[in-house]
Structure formats: structure tokens, C-alpha cells
């Protein structure tokens, strides 16, 4: 079946450092690949998607690559700030089956301190 | 505004006492979920809609009912709530004609059940 693996949390980082969050996945065919982002108390949005492979997705100063030779779609920013603490969910749905169901990683808890 | 609504925002409730959570969209989308999001296991789906009168399961639907008479709704059913259904509850929509369409989520229900 399809999977996501997502790196554990916390993510702990001071502002204006470079942040990396890795996410893998298994699925067949090529997939479209979303992360999503959730603050506190709040439902989860989406963040960006990419929904073929070498594509890059962007928003907000996030960037996340399609990368179908390694089945990854890596998370990253080159300065993160206060205001980013959340939690970050990698998902897919499957390129086939009719339903497109989304499977979604645990998800990773993000801080940044001050 | 396009918007996933929940109700009720927070509930606390007794063991055996039926309740439903229900969840609304504006967007005319084809398909709705559920999820529960627990600390450590990320977003499960409970049950999903493909479309008026489709419904299946997801990967929890154990203690559930769903129904979905009209597009726009999506009710959840606790028929006899137990203490391990306390979570959190999101519902979520999205067109339906192919993987590249993001989810669309509620700000979340928090179901304390004693």
C-alpha cells in the first residue's frame, strides 16, 4: 500500500536558520505530493503541492521538490521564522485507483525560538 | 469565502451519550473525509464520501457512522461514545476528478468523551 515517512519531531531551530524536514514516500506510478500546514489551534492548509516528478512547489519561502528517483519530497526554507511554528504533514494521492485517497505522514512538529 | 465549517467547535460528553459532529462545505466538492489526530499517530482517516449517498471506510471506523444525504454535508455519528474517542476531529473536502486537488479542512472539533 501507499506510505509517507516523515522525519520525527520536535523540529527545533533558531530564527532566520535553514530548515530541512524530509519526507519519503511509497506509491506506485507518480503520485501528487502536498505538504500541509498546521498552526496551533487551527485545521491544516495547504502549504504547496507538486504534481509531477521534478516539479517544485513554492509558498511562502517553502520549496519542496518532486524527486521520483529517490521517492522523496523534501520540505525546505532559508530562514525561518517565529511565526513558522507549526506542525508540517507530508501526503500524497495516488495517481490511480479512481478514489485518490490521500495517505498523510505522522506529521513534524516545528519551534522556533526568538 | 470558501470554508470546511465544523460544529461543535468543543464538546464534553459522557460515556454512551449519541452525539453528532457536523461538517459543511461551500465549494461543491464531489468528496469528504473525516479524521481523528492524536498525539504520536498523526491524521487517520475515519470515514470518507466520494459523492451524495457514497460513503466508505477509511482506516478507523470502528464506533462511527457517517451519512450524506446532501453534497454540501457530512455528518459524523458517535452512536455510543467511548473515552478512547476522545481526539480531535477534522473534516475535510476536495474535488474529486483526479489526485492533484489539495484538501480543503474544518478548524477541527475537540471531543472530550468521560
Known amino acids: 500500500g501507499n506510505s509517507v515517512t516523515q522525519m520525527e519531531g520536535p523540529v527545533t531551530l533558531s530564527e532566520e536558520a535553514f530548515l530541512t524536514i524530509n519526507c519519503t514516500y511509497t506509491a506506485t506510478g507518480y503520485p501528487s505530493l502536498f505538504w500541509y500546514v498546521q498552526y496551533p489551534g487551527e485545521g491544516l492548509q495547504l502549504l504547496l503541492k507538486a504534481t509531477k516528478a521534478d516539479d517544485k512547489g513554492s509558498n511562502k519561502g517553502f520549496e519542496a521538490t518532486y524527486r521520483k528517483e529517490t521517492t522523496s519530497f523534501h520540505l525546505e526554507k532559508g530562514s525561518v521564522q517565529v511565526s513558522d511554528s507549526a506542525v508540517y504533514f507530508c501526503?500524497?494521492?495516488?495517481?490511480?485507483?479512481?478514489?485518490?485517497?490521500?495517505?498523510f505522514g505522522r506529521g513534524t512538529s516545528l519551534i522556533v525560538h526568538p | 469565502e470558501a470554508q470546511v465549517t465544523q460544529n461543535p467547535r468543543y464538546l464534553i460528553t459522557v460515556t454512551g451519550k449519541k452525539l453528532t459532529v457536523t461538517c459543511s462545505q461551500n465549494m461543491n466538492h464531489e468528496y469528504m473525509s473525516w479524521y481523528r489526530q492524536d498525539p504520536g499517530l498523526g491524521l487517520r482517516q475515519i470515514y470518507y464520501?466520494?459523492?451524495?449517498?457514497?460513503?466508505d471506510k477509511g482506516d478507523v471506523p470502528e464506533g462511527y457512522k457517517v451519512s450524506r444525504k446532501e453534497k454540501r454535508n457530512f455528518p459524523l455519528i458517535l452512536e455510543s461514545p467511548s473515552p478512547n474517542q476522545t481526539s480531535l476531529y477534522f473534516c475535510?473536502?476536495?474535488?474529486?476528478?483526479?489526485?492533484?486537488?489539495?484538501?480543503?479542512f474544518g478548524p477541527g472539533t475537540r471531543l472530550t468523551v468521560t
Open positions: 475535510a473536502s476536495r474535488l474529486a476528478g483526479g489526485p492533484y486537488y489539495e484538501q480543503y
Open positions: 464520501s466520494m459523492n451524495v449517498e457514497v460513503t
Open positions: 501526503a500524497l494521492s495516488p495517481a490511480s485507483g479512481g478514489s485518490y485517497i490521500p495517505t
